[in-house]
């Protein structure tokens, strides 16, 4: 059965309010016709897991510059002063995650793990409010999973049946949300007919996709 969805359809689906894993890495790799839909159909009080927030106009930028995200979880802002200047206004909450620990933690969330252990912090501010485990007299963070209502990802093919394939440095965040998210839609360059991608290519499989983004019309959407 194909998973093909129109994006509109797809965007549909996701609630005010929702927690939302976006891939991606300063915009490459991000699912943009999706962010552009969300944007579109005015989604609010978004909480969103992610590397960042590119930059004003680009990828989770556009959702930042509309006001939409009550919550981030990312590992830093530097590149977006618009997530700056809300932050310190108080009109959004921030929570800065070292980057290893972000994927570790969102793997946690897909794989089932009650957490993870970490020197990454240890010491700092990263600390705060944390259990620390001592291990052979060396100190962890435990850091705790990360899910999601929806994963939003972007790959370079998809079959109907949802197999996916990723290209370069495309393939970031996006493997490791697919499991963390309750829902999973994937927005593909390009759709292919079930066998085209051999199966040593398929990073992410069918069972983990709910749906696939149809291939756009000439309006963009």
């Not at 252990?117 to 291990?135: C, F, N, S, W, Y």
């Not at 939003?152 to 493997?175: E, Q």
């Not at 999973?184 to 292919?192: F, L, W, Y």
């Not at 290519?201 to 996709?209: E, S, Y």
């Amino acid at each position: 059965m194909s998973k093909a969805i129109n994006v509109s359809k797809a965007v549909e689906l996701i609630p005010d309010g929702a927690s939302v894993m976006i891939g991606g890495f300063m915009g490459v790799g991000s699912p943009h016709r999706l962010i552009a839909e969300l944007v579109l159909q005015n989604r609010r009080d978004l909480t969103v897991i992610a590397n960042d927030t590119a930059r004003p106009g680009l990828g989770i930028g556009q959702l930042i510059d509309a006001k939409l995200v009550k919550r981030l979880i990312v590992t830093h802002i530097g590149t977006n002063p618009e997530t700056q200047r809300q932050m310190i206004a108080r009109e959004i909450d921030v929570e800065l995650v070292p980057q290893g620990t972000l994927a570790e933690r969102i793997r946690a969330g897909g794989f089932g793990l009650g957490g993870v252990l970490t020197p990454t912090g240890v010491g700092t501010v990263v600390a705060d409010g944390k259990r620390i485990i001592e291990i052979d007299d060396q100190s962890f963070l435990l850091e705790l999973p990360i899910k999601a209502d929806f994963a939003l990802i972007a790959c370079w093919r998809a079959d109907y049946s949802g197999n996916l394939d990723y290209a370069l440095t495309a393939r970031n965040f996006n493997p490791v949300m697919a499991p963390a998210g309750a829902t999973v839609i994937a927005e593909p360059s390009e759709i292919v007919p079930i066998g085209v991608i051999p199966p040593d290519d398929v990073v992410t499989p069918h069972v983990l996709v709910d749906h696939i983004i149809e291939k756009g019309r000439s309006n963009g959407r």
